[in-house]
Structures are given as C-alpha cells and as structure tokens.
C-alpha cells in the first residue's frame, strides 16, 4: 500500500524536493495534504499535480482564490495556523513531513505526535524549542520522529544495529557557510548578500543566515541531544567544506561510522519517507575520485559566537532553547531586513539568554509565554540599540 504523506511547507526548499521524491516513486507514496502560508500559486500547482485529499493556505487573504480554485477537483481548502495545527491529524495520513522554518512548526509536530503519526521531521526547532516535552510525548502516544536533516539523518543511519550503550561521541559535519575562513573584523562588513551565498546547498534564506552564523549547527545539536539522547558534552561540530560526509558516530571502541553522499537533500528526504526500505535513486553519485580530498577542522566559537550560545542554552536547559530560538528568529529577521548588521545577531541572542527567565517546566504555555516575550524583547533591542 502506498504511504500517505502530509507536507507541510510544500513550496519550500524541503517540501518541493519531497515532491520531486515522489512524483519518483508514484507507486510508493500519495499525497494526503499540502500546505503553504503565502505561495498560493505554486501551491495550487501542486494540489492540481498530485490531488492530495486537503491543502492549507496560512494566508487567509488567499483562502476565496485557492478554494475557488481547487474545490471543483474534490480538494478541501482550508486556512489559518489553527488549520495547518491541526489538519496533521488527519485520519488517513501516515507520515507528516514538517519542512516548516521556525517556531511556526512546533505546534504542528506536538499535534502530530499527540495523533500518533510518524513525523518525518526537518523543523529543527520543534526540538530546540520544547525538546523535553516532545520527546515525552512521543514515547506516551508511541510516535516516531525520522529525522530529515542530512546530518541527523547521517546519525540515524550510522545507528542502525548498534546498541545506545555503544555510543560515544556524535559528530555533527558543518559546511562552515561563506564566511568559515573570515574572522570577526571580516565579519563586521559582510552584507545580507554575502550571507546568502552558501558554497553547496540550496536553501531558504532564513537557513541560508542560520549557516553563514553558525546558529543552523547549533540548533542541530539541541536537535541531537533530544533525538538521541546523548549528553550535550558528547555532541561535537566539525567543519568540513566539502560537505561530503553528512555526520559521523564514535564508538567506545574507537571506531568511526560515517554516512556519505553528494550534498542532496532529497537523499534524507526519501530515506526518511521509505524507511526502514531504501529505494532506488537517480541521484547524483559520489565518486572518490572526484573529492581527492575531504578536509575537516575544529569550528572557531569566539568568532562564530551562535554556536557557542547553543550549547550555552543546552546547559541551562529548560526552555533556554526556546529563549535562543526566537531571539534568533528575530535577529535573522531584522538582518535580512537590513536593520541590523549580522554580528549583532549574536548580540541579540546573548542578551535575550541573560535577561528572560528561565523555567525548567516542559509545558506548552511555558513555551508559548516564553517565546512571546523573547521576540517582544529582541525587537526592542534591535530598534533602540541598533537603529
């Protein structure tokens, strides 16, 4: 039987790349919901490709056209966050693929927790910002979360047939960005253009600034340590530029395993929607001869200070996770606003980690009350100190 999918941000960099995964494999995979917040257009597009049961536009200015649009095919439309909250939890789908970008996909990976859904899962910040909770969550209504991200996925791989006990140390890669040979007198002149040109991957522009600062690493140790369950002091970050091997496991013996590949996100993306099968490809391949080297260095914490701040919040635990992630939302969005210059990104987080109380309850209120007064406080920095 095919496996229904739900893909939430189909118009995104993930949710088009899924797409093409299964537009791939047609006997494999049907689509159950798409959703988009602004890009009607697009969105229709794909609900007229792949005639999924229900589409969601967040934009409700949008909803008269997109239904219009789409009900005579049979497609139900609907609109609003409570609608892409709650629309996971659809009877009939089997895998939620949450490729939302920030904050806005938490709520979406607890209700499909809640609904007993497997969660192919990108949105790292359902992690970073209520780790603890979820990943109770998913152990009461017995869910399961696949990761996305090539990174974790590279882990979830390596893991295969190994005992937790085993484990040693996990090695997040990094790519290092555009900025990974700059130092800070470099950085202060950097542009939002600048930012947005990563060397090897094809991303959105909010991730894109995550990479360039660092913070995308180090949201993706906050993600590890939920998704494995390993110590913060045992998950490390090393750059390596030619983005080749996605991410490694020690062992306690010493020995090494290590997931390797061409820098394609839709390798994960299918991996996480097939598992536990893996199915044929006409992917770009790797070849050894091609790469006659792959490098790998320790990444510059005083300089790239994001990452220092991520595992900073790993160590004051609660929902200090939850304080960096929307200091950090907020920050990126005033730099590609061009509001503020991009080391005060780090600025901003810094000071929204020393000045927001921290609470060590794993509740969705606690969340939701801290994630509101971190972006109340962040924007008051932003326009008074930095403006």
Avoid at 45 to 54: G, K
Avoid at 352 to 377: F, G, P
């Amino acid at each position: 039987m095919k496996k229904q999918i739900a893909i939430l941000g189909s118009t995104g960099s993930i949710g088009q790349q899924a797409l093409e995964v299964v537009r791939g494999h047609p006997g494999r995979f049907g689509v159950e919901v798409l959703t988009a917040q602004a890009s009607k257009d697009l969105l229709i597009r794909q609900a007229l490709e792949f005639f999924p049961n229900a589409v969601v536009i967040g934009e409700e200015k949008y909803f008269k056209e997109v239904k219009e649009t789409l009900w005579p095919h049979g497609i139900k439309v609907f609109t609003g966050q409570k609608s892409l909250e709650q629309v996971v939890e659809m009877e009939d789908i089997d895998i939620v693929l949450n490729a939302l970008v920030g904050y806005a996909g938490f709520k979406p990976t607890v209700n499909a927790v809640k609904a007993g859904k497997t969660i192919a899962l990108a949105n790292k910040e359902s992690l970073v910002v209520g780790g603890e909770l979820v990943s109770h969550m998913v152990q009461k209504y017995r869910s399961r979360i696949i990761p996305v991200d090539s990174e974790h996925s590279a882990i979830f791989q390596c893991l295969a047939g190994e005992g937790e006990e085993s484990v040693e140390n996990l090695w997040l890669t990094a790519s290092g960005g555009p900025f990974r040979s700059m130092g800070l007198k470099q950085l202060e002149k950097v542009t939002r253009a600048d930012a947005l040109k990563h060397p090897n991957w094809n991303m959105g522009d909010k991730i894109t600034v995550d990479s360039a600062s660092m913070m995308n690493k180090g949201l993706e140790v906050i993600e590890a340590r939920w998704l494995f369950g390993i110590a913060a002091s045992h998950i490390h970050v090393v750059i390596h530029p030619q983005s080749i091997v996605h991410s490694l496991v020690e062992f306690r013996d010493g020995s090494l395993k290590a997931q390797m590949g061409m820098p394609d996100m839709r390798l994960p993306i299918q991996y996480a929607l097939s598992y536990p099968d893996r199915l044929a490809a006409s992917f770009s391949r790797f070849r050894f001869t091609d790469y006659p080297e792959l490098t790998f260095y320790q990444p510059d914490t005083a300089v790239f200070r994001t990452l220092a701040h991520a595992y900073q919040a790993l160590e004051m635990g609660g929902n200090a996770g939850c304080i960096l992630n929307a200091a950090n939302e907020e920050a990126v969005c005033a730099f590609l606003g061009e509001k503020i210059a991009f080391l005060d990104i780090p600025r901003v987080i810094a000071h929204c980690l020393e000045n927001i109380s921290l609470n060590n309850q794993a509740e969705m209120d606690v969340y939701e009350q801290t994630d509101a007064e971190t972006r109340k406080l962040a924007r008051f920095l932003i326009e008074k100190s930095f403006n």
